[in-house]
């Protein structure tokens, strides 16, 4: 019970002190949220992650019906907080076409700000939508707890 005790301390210390994104302070991150929502065929999927003072976690909806929720490692959210702020510049070129058939909105919230991006996947010709869903499935579903 005592070694147990030790080990959790120490991971809550270790979980505690992982830098920020350049950038951004830890009270700016501490009550973050990157939303992502796309549509794929008939159905549109979302994943939500966001981190308050003490965990992080993301969940998964398929057409806004919450499929899971799963506690993540505030480390693996700041990496994913970090990369999804880097592809900013990059999104805001893909342009939203009206009839557009697979659009995607990126939402990142911090205290500092509030950064949208709308798009039509099928004009993102660098595949940026790609990469952010690969990360964000990355995060969901790998054993990283």
């Given at each position: 019970m005592k070694k147990t005790l030790i080990i959790l301390t120490l991971a809550l210390s270790f979980a505690c002190s992982t830098p920020a994104?350049?950038?951004?302070?830890?009270?700016?991150?501490?009550?973050?949220?990157?939303?992502?929502?796309?549509?794929?065929g008939h159905s549109q999927y979302r994943y939500l992650a966001n981190s308050s003072e003490d965990n992080s976690q993301i969940s998964s909806y398929r057409d806004e019906s919450l499929l899971e929720t799963r506690v993540i490692p505030l480390k693996k959210y700041l990496e994913f907080l970090t990369f999804i702020d880097a592809q900013f510049p990059e999104l805001e070129q893909v342009t939203h076409i009206e009839g557009c058939r697979t659009p995607f909105t990126i939402m990142l919230i911090t205290k500092k700000e509030h950064k949208t991006v709308t798009g039509c996947r099928s004009q993102d010709e660098l595949g940026i939508l790609g990469q952010i869903l690969k990360e964000g499935e990355h995060l969901f579903y790998s054993d990283i707890h």
């Open positions: 994104p350049e950038g951004m302070t830890e009270d700016m991150v501490s009550q973050s949220t990157v939303d992502i929502r796309y549509q794929l």
